[in-house]
């Protein structure tokens, strides 16, 4: 399996990352993996896309415009529906690297793909994961792994720094497909505090579950701004499932009243 099962000895990762990751709430990585691995990954997303996902539930796929194939937004559970995408969650280098910067035991929860489509990706609304997640301890993590040059043009990610510390913002309904909920009372000085996250292909943004973050439209006509979501939490954490199943369900029926799914 390429992208390396478990390091023998996971302070085989720099003490730096995890520095990074508890003082700002996020550690960024250059060149996680390399142009191979990335274009093994694309190689990857091609056959999923052209073989698999005309198999999935309208439920794990987001068009922006859901007659336009062109415009495929996110792919939700990637790993349930590819062994490779299982492989790379679970049995690679990503979750050694979760486990080092949570500093123990971790479980996968959630594998997507996210584009922004050249000209229509639309903003992803400022958000903490950890409100999602309905979690007891909120600890956990996305990791976001660039496949493209993202930069503001196309809609980089956007964090403030040190804010997994100050607890959970209020949230409200979006009407965003794919984030459909958004912190209420975002301001000026939360705009003042962002800092852009340029990236390479292969570099990985790692944030904590309580981080702020959102990233705006893609404006290019011409890029896309793909990227996966690796979503990672402590294995003591506690999951509400059945809220978090309710409150799914009732989103999937709203977004198909809405026709967007
Ligand atoms: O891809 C994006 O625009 C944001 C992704 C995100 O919010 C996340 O990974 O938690």
């Not at 990352?17 to 997303?45: S, W």
């Not at 978090?244 to 009243?257: G, P, S």
């Amino acid at each position: 399996m390429a992208f390396g099962i478990k390091p023998p000895d996971p302070t085989a990762f720099p003490a730096d990352y995890k520095q990074q990751f508890d003082e700002l709430g996020y550690a960024r990585i250059p060149g996680f993996i390399n142009t191979d691995e990335v274009a093994m990954i694309h190689g990857c997303l091609r056959r999923v896309i052209a073989e698999v996902v005309p198999t999935m539930p309208v439920a794990d796929v987001f068009y922006e415009d859901k007659a336009d194939k062109t415009s495929l937004k996110q792919l939700i559970r990637l790993y349930q529906h590819d062994d490779f995408f299982e492989q790379l969650y679970l049995k690679s280098r990503f979750f050694a690297l979760a486990e080092f910067l949570l500093g123990r035991p971790v479980v996968g929860r959630n594998m997507q793909y996210f584009n922004k489509p050249p000209g229509i990706g639309q903003p992803t609304p400022p958000h903490q994961d950890g409100y999602y997640a309905k979690l007891t301890p909120i600890e956990g993590m996305t990791m976001w792994l660039a496949l493209e040059d993202v930069d503001e043009e196309n809609g980089c990610v956007r964090y403030i720094n040190g804010s997994h510390r100050r607890g959970v913002r209020p949230h409200g309904k979006t009407g965003t497909l794919g984030f459909s909920q958004g912190i209420t009372d975002y301001g000026d000085e939360d705009r003042a505090a962002e800092v852009c996250m340029i990236a390479r292909p292969g570099d990985l943004l790692v944030h904590h579950a309580l981080t702020i973050h959102r990233a705006d439209a893609n404006r290019s006509t011409t890029r896309s701004r793909q990227a996966l979501g690796f979503i990672y939490y402590s294995a003591r954490a506690r999951e509400d499932e059945a809220a978090v199943r309710k409150y799914q369900e009732e989103l999937t029926k709203e977004m198909l009243a809405a026709g967007k799914l």
